[in-house]
């Protein structure tokens, strides 16, 4: 039977520190796959966590390999979540429309592989005509139906969204890219002025149909930094993480004073890009 489900495949990628992941990222996830698919016009085939490398320089920023084996356990029980490493891997700090880029071009390879080998099986209906034909006459092939590429969109919270004013941070033209090439999925919390940064942002008006912003009813106020910041008091973070994130922590000892203070005084990783660049006229 031909697939009638012509619903928009999407991806959602979402680039971050991670440190930790915590049951709150888990939830943007699963909160932004709810609101897509209630609009009847996609159908979120997957989500890839992306853990920033650690060349970004962030303040109390640990390991890469610790961040990206946490996510991995904190995921290992989903069936459309997984982690990638290409950005985490990257010997120096990779812009977020870098990254998108690359799982961009990784899926139209991905595509082309598949569509290629679809194009060498021939349609069933068309061999069953061509037995009932005894194999006489010339039987016309039927290619397969090719789908479209899925929708790779950025899902975040409202604070990235925010961060696009923050000067230096951002450059204008990867702004450009991300919300009309892919498009943004953000999560906002109950009170948020999400929908008013929008209109007092040129670009970001012009392709707000590209940014979908999903309320949060359900509020939960988990954060990396308040979960690092209890475990420097000692404090319990249980059921703020996923057990098997909670037991790394405990086994590696990874958050304390010191870790904290790593990267202190040091320059984020955009920030001094942006000063080494020269001044456009």
């Not at 699963?30 to 060349?55: F, M, N, W």
């Not at 993480?241 to 990267?263: A, C, G, M, R, W």
Request: a positive charge; charged letters at 25%.
């Amino acid at each position: 039977m031909e697939d009638s489900d012509h619903r928009t495949e999407v991806i959602l990628l979402a680039c971050g520190s991670f440190n930790p992941i915590t049951n709150m990222h888990l939830r943007l996830f699963e909160l932004a796959r709810d609101h897509l698919q209630e609009t009847g016009k996609y159908k979120v085939v997957k989500g890839i966590i992306s853990p920033v490398g650690d060349a970004y320089l962030k303040k109390g920023l640990i390991s890469a390999s610790h961040r990206l084996t946490m996510a991995r356990l904190a995921t290992e029980n989903s069936d459309w979540l997984e982690v990638d490493d290409w950005e985490s891997s990257q010997k120096e700090w990779q812009e977020t429309i870098k990254v998108l880029r690359y799982h961009h071009q990784k899926l139209k390879h991905s595509y082309s592989a598949n569509s290629m080998e679809d194009a060498h099986l021939p349609n069933r209906t068309s061999r069953k005509r061509k037995r009932a034909a005894g194999s006489q006459l010339p039987v016309r092939m039927n290619p397969p139906k090719r789908k479209c590429l899925p929708q790779l969109k950025i899902l975040c919270g409202t604070d990235l969204l925010e961060s696009f004013a923050v000067p230096s941070l951002w450059k204008p033209e990867d702004i450009q890219e991300i919300v009309s090439k892919h498009g943004m999925v953000c999560v906002t919390r109950l009170g948020n002025h999400a929908q008013k940064f929008i209109y007092e942002s040129d670009t970001l008006w012009k392709h707000k149909e590209n940014i979908d912003l999903v309320e949060e009813w359900i509020t939960n106020d988990i954060s990396a930094t308040k979960i690092r910041r209890a475990l420097r008091r000692g404090q319990s973070i249980r059921y703020l993480v996923p057990d098997s994130v909670l037991s790394y922590i405990k086994q590696h000892n990874l958050y304390t004073v010191e870790t904290e203070d790593q990267n202190a005084g040091i320059v984020l990783a955009p920030l001094q890009r942006s000063a080494q660049e020269p001044t456009k006229n």
